[in-house]
Each structure stands twice: as C-alpha cells, then as structure tokens.
C-alpha cells in the first residue's frame, strides 16, 4: 500500500463563497474526523491532493496530514467530484490506525484472453466491476486480478472464485456473478429465428396433415382391407326373403 503526505491548512472559512474562494486559488476544502477527534476544518493544495490519489492505490492510498505541527494517518472519503469536469470539490479524510480494520472497495480487473469464447463468436461480460473488502489499512490491494483466459460459452465466475491476498476478505455473497461468457447477441437472435422457422413449419405440417387410415378390425392381419359395410335390408344375402 503507498503511502503519501499531504500538508492541511487549518482555520479555512466556511461556506460556499468561501469554498468557491479556496478553489479559484487551487486549494480544495476538507475536514478530517474519526477515533473521537472532532472534525476539523481544512484545506489541501489542488495538485497535491490529485496527485496522492493518482497513485495505484487511488482513493485507498494511507495519507499522512500534517496540520498544527501534528501528523494523523487517514485515507481519503466521501469524495465530491464536479459532475461536469470530475474534479474534487470537497474531501472527507477519516482517521485510521494501522492495526484497524477497514472496509474499502478495490477495483476487479480482468486479464487474459477468453480464446475459445472469442472463437464461437460469443461475448465476455463482466457484471461486478468493484469489491467490497476488509483489510487492514496496509493490506488493500490497489485492486484483484480475475483470469478469464481459460473460459468458454457458458462459464461464469463468481465472486467465491476470486483469490484474495492475504488478511483480504469480503462480505459479498459468493454466487455473486463476476462475469459471464455468453453467447454473441447476434448468434442468440439467428438461434431464436432458426427455432422459430422450425416451428411454424412444424405446425405448417400438421394443418396440411396426412390422409387419416380407415379404421382395421381388431384383430384383422395387417394390411387387411377395412371391413366393409353391412348390405342394407332387403338387398340381398341369405336373410333375404325369395
């Protein structure tokens, strides 16, 4: 886990005028809170703050404020970004202690090639693109690794497949799906319109049907003609009268 310094300004005024003041000269409004200190008013130079969250780590990098000549170790939360530019506006920092744990989420990555998916034409989905985790602060991974190489159309992999590093754990369900190969959009579409054709001209066959067999004695040897009917009364035959 990296660890970097950041240097806080105390006393900043609040309010949105104020905030929007700090901002205009680079610097972002934060507090920093936890382990029963009261939240107190800060600010962190813009650059600085950009770049203790650029490093692997991102938001889960142990950052070391500096204010009043005393040092807290706490990580970055409850970022306020500008919805339009993504810039952080506002920083909660919370206090840790290196023998706590945390949660934090950390990001899953896929890696490898899902060869044979890619030759049947189908498609790799991932559906859980971050992972809830606890850890000790100098434990969270800057994220999990998940290989996909080795599936084909059908597989799934669940969040119980994931190999966490030591002293990782998560609370999400394991059934959880992480990504699925699935069969391409276009080849379930011709699949369903092949399945279709077939039945209609299965039922196309059953309305034109098949000469109904005249019904055979029981009993009569097979291929037997049907057996005729009665003469009617007085056509004929030994019951007729001369």
């Known amino acids: ?32 809170y936890g382990h029963g200190m009261d939240p107190v008013a800060v600010a962190v130079d813009g650059r600085d703050l950009r770049s203790a969250l650029s490093t692997e780590a991102g938001v889960n990098a142990l950052v070391t404020l500096r204010l009043d000549g005393e040092s807290h170790l706490a990580m970055a939360r409850q970022l306020q970004r500008d919805p339009v530019r993504g810039a952080v506006r506002h920083v909660d920092f919370v206090v840790v202690r290196r023998d706590e744990v945390i949660g934090a989420e950390v990001p899953i990555h896929l890696i490898g090639e899902a060869e044979e998916v890619q030759r049947a034409d189908g498609l790799v989905e991932q559906q859980l693109f971050a992972l809830a985790i ?20 059908g597989d799934t992999i669940r969040v119980a497949d994931i190999r966490l590093p030591a002293g990782v754990a998560t609370e999400v369900e394991g059934d959880e799906p992480v990504v699925v190969a699935a069969a391409s959009r276009l080849a379930a579409e011709i699949a369903a319109v092949e399945e279709e054709a077939a039945a209609a001209a299965a039922e196309a066959a059953a309305e034109a049907g098949e000469a109904v067999p005249e019904a055979v004695p029981e009993g009569a040897p ?21």
Do not use: C, F, H, Q
């Open 134 to 153: 606890r850890a000790l602060p100098g434990d969270i991974p800057p994220g999990v690794e998940v290989d996909i190489s080795g599936m084909t159309i």
């Open 222 to 242: 097979e291929g037997a003609p049907a057996e005729a009917e009665a003469p009617a009364a007085g056509e004929g035959g030994e019951d007729s009268e001369g």
């Open 1 to 32: 886990m990296e660890e970097v310094t950041l240097t806080a300004e105390t006393g900043r005024p609040t309010g949105s005028r104020a905030a929007n003041r700090l901002r205009r000269d680079g610097k972002i409004p934060a507090v920093l």
